[in-house]
């Protein structure tokens, strides 16, 4: 399985014109705002402060990566939902997460966070809509899986499955992983799935239009 040795910092994007000059290949994490989005990461790389968890929701406007193994990005998309954000930022983000996943791109594989006690959001669905049409392929994670019995996390998961079923057999949905920094459950499920996705050949993608 796929060991992390070393994660850093690199540096955060405003603009896609600053973006890393290296291209890897990447492992994008997507989720709104206080989804668990940094916490993930920290444990993923097991770190504990690689990506700094907020207290203030919606506060990061850039896209953060970080450099893995010396070998490939994990990418920090900013979070979204926080209902404080002004409008015009709103559709700076959508436009900023839009050309991202445009460039017809080294995206290996993205993890979309989901809360597990929850339904997914107007803008998770969204989401997902963009990353079946640039065929990005991606995972669910159900993250703070510790905070429901074990008995309502697998309905939930029955219901996720049946929801997305046809992303599932016919589109870019290449399962849904039950996660939590509690008992880090699903950690080496999220390892596995990443190493397979950097060694597979590129997905043909859309031409960026
Ligand atoms: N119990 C529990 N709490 C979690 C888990 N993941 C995140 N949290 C908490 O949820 C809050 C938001 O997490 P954070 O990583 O900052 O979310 P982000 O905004 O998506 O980056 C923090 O208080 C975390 O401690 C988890 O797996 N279990
Ligand atoms: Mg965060």
């Not at 700094?52 to 990418?75: C, D, H």
């Not at 949905?173 to 060694?199: A, Q």
Request: hydrophobic share 40%.
């Amino acid at each position: 399985m796929l060991k992390i040795s070393s994660a850093e910092f690199l540096q955060g994007v405003v603009d896609l014109r600053q973006l890393p000059k290296n291209e890897l290949r990447e492992i994008v994490f997507i989720g709104r705002s206080n989804v668990g989005k940094s916490s993930l990461l920290n444990k993923v790389c097991n770190k504990k402060h690689l990506a700094t968890s907020s207290s203030i929701p919606g506060k990061t406007r850039e896209i953060n990566y970080y450099i893995i193994n010396n070998a490939f990005y994990f990418v920090d998309l900013p979070g979204y939902g926080y209902a404080k954000v002004p409008e015009q930022m709103r559709a700076g983000w959508k436009k900023l997460i839009e050309d991202f996943l445009k460039r017809g791109n080294p995206v290996a594989l993205a993890m979309q966070l989901i809360d597990s006690r929850q339904e997914p959001t107007p803008l998770d669905l969204m989401m997902m809509d963009w990353l079946e049409y640039y065929e990005v392929p991606y995972m669910l994670v159900l993250t703070k899986a510790d905070k429901i019995p074990i008995s309502k996390l697998k309905k939930q998961i029955e219901i996720y499955q049946e929801q997305f079923q046809t992303q599932i057999t016919d589109g870019c949905c290449r399962g849904i992983v039950p996660f939590s920094i509690i008992s880090g459950e699903g950690r080496n499920e999220l390892l596995k799935h990443i190493e397979t996705h950097l060694t597979a050949t590129p997905n043909k993608r859309k031409a960026a239009v």
